[in-house]
């Protein structure tokens, strides 16, 4: 299993600022991963932080909107630039310790509301 | 269609009832089933792998029709804190899991 961290809990930001959401795990993780979750929908994927090379992002999402940083292979970060309504999510991070593409565990999430 | 549909609810159901609900998946190379529960405003967690031959923990029990892509959830004897949202999950073996938007079960005393 995996200790996941993540902060802010929440916040509540101004269109057109950025925020970065930090994410900590309590071991070595080769995967890792940020979702987000909007309001009465499911988890959509956003992209896989690989260490040492640039993340893999899913159809629909774009580095210069959520770039993303991962250090090492406990810590991640993704920054929300730019940031308008439509962005108000629940942002995840989640891992998979054993990398065998079965379970993930999940942070607590960071609830983003953009006004 | 969607890659994973669920029924999203609400299920009300009494105390001591059984429930069940069930999940479609559009990809025939899916490799790997599961259900997640997530508690309001909480993270999802694992419930429970389905398996091809059906699996059981306790008062839940899991099956996979693979011939008509679909999984099930039984919960049996239900308590109050079973009431959750139950996501369906699946990997079609590309590295990535792919959630259903999750069926709402409140279980009432």
């Known amino acids: 299993s995996a200790v996941i961290s993540q902060k802010p809990s929440r916040d509540i930001c101004q269109r057109g600022t950025s925020l970065t959401i930090q994410c900590q795990v309590d071991?070595?993780?080769?995967?890792m991963f940020w979702y987000r979750q909007q309001p009465g929908q499911s988890l959509t994927l956003i992209a896989t932080?690989?260490?040492?090379?640039?993340?893999?992002?899913e159809s629909g999402f774009v580095i210069d909107k959520f770039p993303i940083s991962r250090p090492n292979l406990t810590f991640s970060t993704l920054t929300v630039s730019n940031m308008s309504p439509e962005d108000s999510s629940i942002y995840l991070c989640s891992v998979d310790p054993d990398g065998s593409y079965n379970e993930q565990f999940f942070g607590p999430g960071t609830r983003l509301t953009v006004l | 269609r969607k890659e994973v549909e669920q029924d999203p609810g609400p299920f009300n159901v009494p105390e001591g009832a059984t429930v069940a609900f069930n999940c479609t998946y559009s990809n025939s190379a899916s490799q790997s089933f599961f259900w997640y529960r997530q508690d309001c405003r909480k993270e999802p967690k694992l419930l429970m792998s389905v398996y091809s031959s059906g699996n059981e923990d306790g008062r839940f029990t899991a099956q996979l029709n693979r011939a008509s892509q679909y999984i099930s959830l039984l919960i049996r004897d239900s308590k109050l804190s079973d009431s959750a949202t139950y996501l369906c999950?699946?990997?079609?073996?590309?590295?990535?899991?792919?959630f259903g938007t999750g069926t709402r079960l409140t279980i009432i005393p």
């Open positions: 932080a690989n260490q040492g090379s640039e993340a893999t992002y």
């Open positions: 071991s070595q993780v080769t995967m």
């Open positions: 999950v699946v990997n079609v073996g590309n590295e990535k899991l792919t």
